[in-house]
Nanobody, 123 residues
Framework: QVQLVESGGGLVQAGGSLRLSCAASARTYSSAAMGWFRQGPGKEREFVAAINRSGGGTAYADFVKGRFTISRDNAKNLVTLQMNSLKPEDTAVYYC????????????????WGQGTQVTVSS
């Protein structure tokens, strides 16, 4: 059974930074692409970023490119999302996700979801 546990959410001011982490089971971490989605108030869930098993391939949504960075620490089975220059419109619940490929995850294909962590950006 896949286990994905997010942490690192919180309240920050616009322009600030947060670092989200997703602890994954060893099987999931080694066998699937990992990524992040978010769902803001009154909005649909949307793709944010993804990284492949080796860490050599990434994908980002246009609205976060240049501000967010996804990375992974394979020794710790940990995926992180460094979020800089945060905007109020980044306010959302951020979900860790596991899927077969970065390419398909960027189009919404997800096999497993974490429980989510709240990110709130104040103006």
């Amino acid at each position: 059974q896949v286990q994905l546990v997010e942490s690192g959410g919180g309240l920050v001011q616009a322009g600030g930074s947060l670092r989200l982490s997703c602890a994954a089971s060893a099987r999931t971490y080694s066998s699937a692409a990992m990524g992040w989605f978010r769902q803001g108030p009154g909005k649909e869930r949307e793709f944010v970023a993804a990284i492949n098993r080796s860490g050599g391939g990434t994908a980002y949504a246009d609205f976060v490119k240049g501000r967010f960075t996804i990375s992974r620490d394979n020794a710790k089975n940990l995926v992180t999302l460094q979020m800089n220059s945060l905007k109020p419109e980044d306010t959302a619940v951020y979900y860790c996700a596991a899927g077969p490929l970065v390419a398909t995850m960027s189009r919404g294909r997800v096999d497993y979801w974490g429980q989510g962590t709240q990110v709130t950006v104040s103006s």
